[in-house]
């Protein structure tokens, strides 16, 4: 994931330099989900198929290249666009398949735990990437940064194919590529037959538009706010060394947010944290003007509540889905939500634009707000399900 925020991390002298709206950013960090979410089901389907990590070497080398074409081709719009679908696509055979990879080799009580650990090292790899994009860009320019990010898939694909022994999980024969291996949509239809597995599906959908959305668009957001401290008490670090340290601070969120799940339930839980989550970004970028301090304990709590429902909406899913459906179940999380994440960067930049421009504070209040209407509108829609349920 050494890639996967060096846009993020760049975005605002990207848009400078290449004269873009805010749109158009957001249309930059949306075409790796948009990459993501074109193959992701397929990569997945195929580990029902193929041992995954075949699947997860040949994803770790495309997003190697579409991380370092991006330093070495990206000129403007188009280009950066192209080079963001590859990577994306890349970590689409990477992510998912390698959950798959995990829970084949870690079953019972252990799997869930196992699953809130993986879940909650992406955000060490979101921090690890903003934090060496900063450092690179700052040091040798915005290219290097892109192209030492392309080093952290290429190590990984040889890492899994060396590190791990090959598990029988009963799968099919090898298929050829066709529409059905893209789409398997009888077979989504019987994972969304699982009420359960529907449910944690619309939810993550709901939680990665917010996740994405905020994440794709932080370093601007702590940037704007440090303009407004201009000649007084301003940030203390850099506005990427900030976004990676929040990204990290939040991890614990997601393991300590599983572990209260196992105790209080799953559904009420996730009810509590989108709440929190959904009205602290509206917080949050009202306070862009306060003193600093206060803008990253607001900023670290809300990027600690986006997480803290990350690793109970996917265990949940597996636990909902048989293990003849395992993978393809979690291909359609994986496309719902990351579906959803493709949303997120684009919706906040559109929201930025129609409320005036990344220089006016309420622009960023309608941002967050925009991102985090799913979640708010969550219990909502529970109690609305559940009353067409009795009735």
């Known amino acids: 994931m050494l890639g996967f925020a060096t846009f993020s991390a760049l975005l605002p002298e990207l848009r400078d330099l290449w004269r873009l709206t805010n749109s158009e950013a957001g249309l930059v960090a949306s075409a790796f989900f948009a990459g993501y979410?074109?193959?992701?089901?397929?990569?997945t389907a195929l580990t029902d198929r193929i041992d995954g990590r075949r699947v997860y070497?040949?994803?770790?080398?495309?997003?190697?290249?579409g991380c370092a074409g991006f330093g070495l081709l990206?000129?403007?719009?188009?280009?950066?666009?192209?080079?963001?679908?590859?990577?994306?696509?890349?970590?689409?055979?990477?992510?998912?398949?390698g959950l798959r990879l995990l829970s084949d080799r870690v079953s019972g009580t252990a799997q869930s735990r196992a699953v809130a650990f993986y879940t909650s090292f992406f955000g060490i790899g979101t921090a690890l990437s903003l934090l060496l994009a900063g450092a690179a860009a700052s040091a040798w320019g915005w290219r290097s940064a892109f192209i030492l990010g392309a080093l952290g898939p290429a190590v990984a694909a040889f890492l899994v194919v060396f590190g791990l022994e090959r598990v029988s999980h009963g799968t099919a024969p090898s298929q050829a590529f066709n529409l059905a291996t893209l789409f398997p949509v009888g077979a989504w239809r019987r994972v969304l037959a699982i009420r359960a597995a529907a449910g944690y599906t619309l939810g993550y959908t709901a939680h990665c538009v917010e996740l994405f959305g905020s994440r794709g668009w932080m370093v601007a957001f702590l940037a704007f706010s440090a303009g407004l401290h201009a000649g007084g008490d301003s940030f203390p670090w850099s506005a990427t060394a900030i976004a990676a340290a929040v990204n990290l601070a939040a991890v614990p969120a997601s393991i300590l947010g599983n572990e209260v799940a196992l105790r209080i339930g799953r559904r009420p839980w996730i009810l509590i944290a989108m709440l929190a989550s959904g009205a602290g970004g509206v917080a949050l970028a009202l306070s862009a003007s306060l003193h600093w301090a206060v803008v990253l304990a607001l900023l670290t709590a809300y990027s600690m509540f986006i997480m803290a429902d990350s690793a109970t909406l996917t265990a949940g899913l597996i636990a909902a889905a048989p293990p003849e459906l395992r993978g393809a179940a979690m291909g359609f999380y994986s496309l719902a939500g990351f579906g959803g994440g493709m949303l997120g960067p684009t919706l906040f930049g559109a929201a930025l634009d129609l409320a005036g421009g990344a220089d006016r504070g309420m622009a960023w209040a309608w941002g967050y707000a925009a991102i985090g209407a799913g979640c708010l509108a969550a219990p909502l829609a529970i109690r609305l399900f559940g009353a067409r349920r009795a009735a």
């Open 37 to 43: 979410v074109a193959t992701v089901s397929y990569w």
């Open 57 to 65: 070497f040949a994803g770790s080398l495309l997003a190697a290249a």
């Open 74 to 97: 990206a000129q403007g719009l188009a280009s950066a666009i192209f080079f963001h679908l590859l990577l994306g696509a890349g970590v689409a055979a990477t992510y998912m398949p």
